[in-house]
């Protein structure tokens, strides 16, 4: 029997919803997801394994004009991505205008098939929908347009399919029982930066990394402290809060998240340190996981 497999590639511009949509298609919560733009910094891989199959999809961080070393890394994990896609998911918001051309012009570069999927259609009506599938259909004319809820799962199943019928033939990428390429480590600090996202605003989210220093296993415990960087001392007083209030926070909600994703009790540390303008700093950005 043939096996196929295929690297499908999500892009779009911040806040357009890939995360919500690559969750859906995966089926479980791999990208974190928040209403503030550029959540998501890397690239993650979320692997769909069944007998005949194997889909590697990439979420990437939303399309923008970086403007400091940090955002440039971000767009390097774009540019990657559509290099080894064998399918091009461009996902845009019903309400979301493209004055810019940069994200077409990578589009119409590519020789992957691209489908556009025209997401967030419940907060719109039925016009509008017809409007941007016209639009886009004379701006791109790509392969498929899907007009999609991802939030609440509407016509995800028909991108899927479109998906299962363009992968090519080829063996599996990754063993069969690999759901992603990233460690726990790492799913452990976005739950943290997930919360700095929900909690904060302004730009405290935007200067924060959070690194684990110490992942231990003893027993039916896991001992894990992180660090939460920042880049001025005013946000470091911010982020702790009053009397601590704000941390303890930040540490109650991720640590119930990081328990039910490991399926063991937590005991979560937090630290917060100050390392001056981490986003423009090469070396820093490196041992972040930011390669360019």
């Known amino acids: 029997m043939s096996h196929k497999a295929g690297f499908v590639s999500l892009i779009g511009k911040p806040n357009a919803g890939k995360s919500t949509l690559m969750n859906a298609l995966v089926g479980e919560k791999m990208s974190i997801v928040t209403s503030k733009a550029q959540?998501?910094?890397?690239?993650?891989?979320?692997?769909?394994?069944?007998?005949?199959?194997?889909?590697?999809?990439?979420?990437?961080?939303?399309?923008?004009?970086?403007?400091?070393?940090?955002?440039?890394?971000?767009?390097?994990?774009?540019?990657?991505?559509?290099?080894?896609?064998?399918?091009?998911?461009?996902?845009?918001?019903?309400?979301?205008?493209?004055?810019?051309?940069?994200?077409?012009?990578?589009?119409?570069?590519?020789?992957?098939?691209?489908?556009?999927?025209?997401?967030?259609?419940?907060?719109?009506?039925?016009?509008?929908?017809?409007?941007?599938?016209?639009?886009?259909?004379?701006?791109?004319?790509?392969?498929?347009?899907?007009?999609?809820?991802?939030?609440?799962?509407?016509?995800?199943?028909?991108?899927?399919?479109?998906?299962?019928?363009?992968?090519?033939?080829?063996?599996?990428?990754y063993d069969k029982d690999t759901l992603t390429d990233r460690t726990e480590r790492f799913f452990v600090s976005e739950m943290v930066r997930e919360k700095i996202f929900k909690l904060y605003d302004k730009e405290i989210p935007y200067s924060t990394e959070v690194i684990v220093t110490s992942f231990k296993e003893e027993g039916k415990l896991i001992r894990i402290a992180a660090e939460i960087i920042v880049e001025r001392d005013s946000q470091k007083n911010i982020l702790i809060g009053k009397s601590g209030e704000m941390i303890k926070k930040v540490g109650t909600y991720a640590r119930q998240d990081i328990e039910e994703f490991l399926q063991k009790k937590v005991f979560l540390e937090l630290f917060v340190k100050v390392i001056a303008d981490w986003r423009n700093r090469k070396n820093y950005l490196k041992t972040f996981g930011y390669e360019n």
């Open 39 to 173: 959540t998501t910094r890397h690239r993650i891989l979320g692997i769909v394994n069944e007998p005949e199959y194997q889909i590697i999809f990439s979420d990437t961080p939303g399309v923008i004009k970086p403007h400091y070393g940090l955002q440039e890394s971000m767009m390097s994990f774009v540019n990657g991505s559509l290099v080894d896609a064998d399918l091009i998911l461009f996902v845009t918001d019903i309400n979301e205008r493209y004055d810019e051309n940069d994200v077409l012009e990578r589009l119409q570069k590519t020789a992957s098939p691209v489908a556009v999927i025209i997401n967030k259609i419940d907060k719109s009506d039925e016009e509008k929908v017809k409007e941007k599938i016209s639009y886009w259909q004379e701006t791109l004319n790509p392969e498929a347009i899907f007009a999609v809820s991802a939030l609440h799962e509407h016509n995800v199943a028909a991108v899927m399919q479109f998906i299962l019928d363009r992968l090519p033939e080829h063996p599996a990428y």
